[in-house]
């Protein structure tokens, strides 16, 4: 039997133990595990822990403002970094999908690495590493996983870091139950998984500010509503992806020339294979509306109708 209270006990105690006085250093991606892992390491070491979150531009609207107010107010000590402008300098023109997710790896890692050295020295990295990651060791999730993702071998040796991982034996559903009574916001706790490229990789080609800004308020109205309808819970991930299609359409008595909006949403057990949610035909009409009437760089809206395989789950 699975005592979620009894457990939290021995990880902070297991955290204790490895870490003495040490200080720790957390990349927060604003996912349930690094959330989580941050809520329980406050509790472990306090002021000793130093969670980085970095703000590369590509966030959802209100991401940032979210992470804060989930982690701040239960104690962890969290250092928002702005590296908008970097990140949109080195992805300026650049339209290769995995060219954006190169770049995005290794401008992660520069702007952690300079937290690291502005905020250290630090003994300990810690990252929220689940049991299915340890057996098959892709997977994790966002910036919370900085070895597996980013491709990069690790940090540099002045940043050689003592690995701590409390959650290396637990399965996602049992950090959720960790989460709940570390009190995190269910917002954070129930979250869709979100790829570490973040809005870049949904922003098809080349990105820019103002795409990622009409991408932004396309994505929101869309995720806002699937929580309004009830239907958040029951798809295992959805997104918006602005396309760089143009096409022809009429608002009024004016002929327009705009950008069309996909939309995305899935249900899957391993993110593997998915299949296309069957989403109400009204629900999509309502976001149809709503995202044609707020969002006036977009005058088309499309539903994505492909299972994986053949399509993956992201456009990019
Ligand atoms: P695909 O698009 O391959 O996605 O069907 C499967 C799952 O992985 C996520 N994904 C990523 N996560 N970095 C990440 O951290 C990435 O580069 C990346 N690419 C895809 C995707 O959101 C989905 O959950």
Not at 99 to 126: M, N, V
Request: negative net charge; hydrophobic residues 45%.
């Amino acid at each position: 039997d699975w005592n979620a209270e009894h457990i939290i006990d021995e990880l902070i105690d297991g955290v204790r133990t490895q870490v003495g006085d040490g200080r720790v250093l957390l990349a927060i991606s604003g996912g349930v595990d690094s959330s989580t892992l941050g809520l329980l390491l406050a509790k472990a070491v306090g002021e000793r822990l130093t969670a980085v979150f970095i703000d590369h531009g590509l966030l959802r609207l209100g991401e940032r403002e979210q992470v804060e107010a989930a982690l701040r107010p239960l104690g962890v000590n969290l250092i928002t970094v702005d590296a908008r402008a970097e990140f949109m300098a080195a992805l300026d023109g650049v339209s290769d999908p995995e060219q954006k997710r190169k770049i995005i790896g290794r401008e992660f890692i520069r702007a952690f690495e300079r937290e690291a050295r502005t905020h250290g020295p630090f003994d300990f990295l810690a990252q929220g590493t689940l049991y299915p990651d340890v057996i098959e060791s892709a997977g994790g999730e966002g910036a919370a996983n900085i070895k597996s993702h980013h491709n990069v071998g690790g940090l540099p040796d002045d940043l050689a870091f003592k690995l701590v991982e409390p959650f290396r034996t637990l399965f996602k559903d049992e950090v959720r139950e960790i989460a709940r009574l570390l009190g995190l916001p269910d917002a954070v706790r129930m979250r869709h998984p979100f790829p570490g490229p973040a809005l870049a990789i949904r922003c098809l080609g080349a990105i820019s500010e103002e795409k990622l800004d009409i991408l932004r308020r396309v994505d929101d109205i869309f995720i806002s509503g699937l929580r309004e309808f009830g239907l958040y819970d029951g798809c295992s991930q959805a997104l918006a992806i602005l396309t760089p299609i143009q096409s022809v359409g009429v608002m009024g008595d004016e002929r327009t020339y705009s950008f069309t909006a996909a939309l995305r949403a899935v249900t899957t057990d391993d993110f593997m294979t998915a299949e296309w949610a069957r989403l109400p035909y009204d629900f999509l009409a309502t976001m149809s509306n709503r995202i044609v009437n707020q969002v006036h760089e977009i005058n088309r809206v499309v539903y994505d109708i492909t299972g994986k395989p053949p399509a993956t789950i992201e456009w990019e």
